[in-house]
T-cell receptor, first 113, second 114 residues
């Protein structure tokens, strides 16, 4: 079985550009989570969905960030406009319900110049 | 607000030594998970502890959940270079919109030298 699939693995962009990160959760998993990881702040939960519905977006830093889950097999995290401080590794994770083990993707490393 | 404090942040030891990583909080968690992350990959679950005072063993790794379910520890016996990685604890709250929401500690970077 394929795990959580994220794309792109690496993205380098310039300040002000739009960035879209993509995630395909494990088939059958009802919950999807977006995390951001930096050395300074560790792993931070940005937003999570259950059955494609956003449950908690209190971790989204500001209006420049938005996330969607149009169907059970796809989610996007968009940053517009991007800033250098957004540079981080962004992880998508899924699990079968709301609680329990999180299955993480390999992450998308974003560098904003 | 950092709800889960991990210590130490960095640990560099020789192969064969023992070590303990701590995860502390003032909050009560319904369960606590430990993950291990290698460079370029996402975290992978090692164990979940649910009951206060629970002890779980995974080969040379021993995990303990505090009686009050506010803290946890990970002990590694006779560490090996393959144990090198970032160890993360994560606490889950129960109830309301926080249900299932995991809060991660800052992590402990462990390096085991041959």
């Amino acid at each position: 079985d394929a795990g959580v699939i994220q794309s792109p693995r690496h993205e380098v962009t310039e300040m002000g550009q739009e960035v879209t990160l993509r995630c395909k959760p494990i088939s059958g998993h009802n919950s999807l989570f977006w995390y951001r990881q930096t050395m300074m702040r560790g792993l931070e939960l940005l937003i999570y969905f259950n059955n494609n519905v956003p449950i908690d977006d209190s971790g989204m830093p500001e209006d420049r960030f938005s996330a969607k889950m149009p169907n059970a097999s796809f989610s996007t995290l968009k940053i517009q406009p991007s800033e250098p401080r957004d540079s981080a590794v962004y992880f998508c994770a899924s699990n079968p319900g709301l609680a329990g083990e999180l299955f993480f993707g390999e992450g998308s490393r974003l560098t904003v110049l | 607000t950092q709800l889960l404090e991990q210590s130490p942040q960095f640990l560099s030891i020789q192969e064969g030594e023992n070590l303990t990583v701590y995860c502390n909080s003032s909050s009560v968690f319904s369960s606590l998970q430990w993950y291990r992350q290698e460079p370029g990959e996402g975290p992978v679950l090692l164990v979940t502890v649910v009951t206060g005072g629970e002890v779980k063993k995974l080969k040379r790794l021993t995990f303990q959940f505090g009686d009050a379910r506010k803290d946890s520890s990970l002990h590694i016996t006779a560490a090996q270079p393959g144990d090198t990685g970032l160890y993360l604890c994560a606490g889950a709250r129960a109830g309301g919109t926080s249900y299932g929401k995991l809060t991660f500690g800052q992590g402990t970077i462990l390096t085991v030298h041959p």
